[in-house]
């Protein structure tokens, strides 16, 4: 996700300067696109306006963000650093606390469009800090994103983007449960989804994977270990502020069904195959 989206800004004409945990990856940035490379996060940040990261969870944030190296060591006072990993709201304020002591803006900002969306510009942001720093970094940040829209305070992006990923597995379940009613039903898939897509019933997910779930084809987008940790950071916090999530409870159940299939590299689709191998079975 980081890699397109820096070679955004480059190509907008900012000065950019990347860090990646295995620097032949930072190498290949450099190599596609006008920038430099540096040695650690600090070294990333230092005399920047806007440091970005892009990392996996919690903890990989505290590790490229915090201490002697990290992003907020080297960024310096008047920085801001954006945080676009799908993590926890509690991390999310953590670090606007850390980064106020250091007299830096914070903004948490997952993303939603996946690698697609990164690599054409057309993700949705979802923020949370102070408006005065969001004012600041959004017009960066829109160089990448079709939407960016700032929701509420430290934390309220994270909050946001759990909301995103609830919906979606629900939204995937159904999709994986309605192709294969019609497949067993003897009807023709395509078809069906032709019948139905200008109603009540279309999705995204409908539009944009119902042919590859009809085809089994499932080596693309946003990888099942993924969603399952975003669908663990949603569940942790709803059983924080006392939500009811029974639907996504359980379609992380059929995620880690997947991934006992050998689907943890497979796209979030991949839930229609958990219901053909139950059908084979």
Known sequence: MGFPMAGHLSRAGHDVTVYNRTAVKARRWCEAHTGRSAATPAEAARGADLAFTCVGNDDDVRSVALGEEGVLAGL????????????SAALARELAAVAADAGAG???????????????????????GEAAVYERAEPVIDIYARRCRLMGPAGSGQLTKMVNQICIAGLL??????????????????????AISQGA?????????????????????????????????????????????????????????????????????????????????
């Open 76 to 87: 310096g006072e008047g920085g801001i650093l954006v945080d676009h990993t799908t993590a």
């Open 106 to 128: 914070f903004l948490d900002a997952p993303v939603s469009g996946g690698q697609a969306g990164a690599e054409h510009g057309t993700l949705t942001v979802m923020v949370g």
């Open 173 to 194: 379940q159904g999709l994986a449960e309605g192709l294969d009613f019609a497949r067993r039903a003897g009807l023709d898939g395509r078809a069906v989804v032709e």
């Open 201 to 281: 019933a279309q999705s995204w997910q409908m539009d944009n994977r119902h042919e590859t779930m009809l085809d089994g084809e499932f080596d693309f987008g946003f990888a099942v270990e993924w969603m399952r940790k975003d669908l663990g950071i949603a569940l942790d916090e709803a059983r924080r502020n006392g939500t009811s999530l029974p639907v996504a409870a359980l379609v992380d159940q059929f995620y880690a069904e997947v991934e006992a299939m050998g689907g943890r590299r497979w796209d979030t689709s991949s839930l229609i195959a958990r219901l053909a191998d139950t059908a084979e079975a």
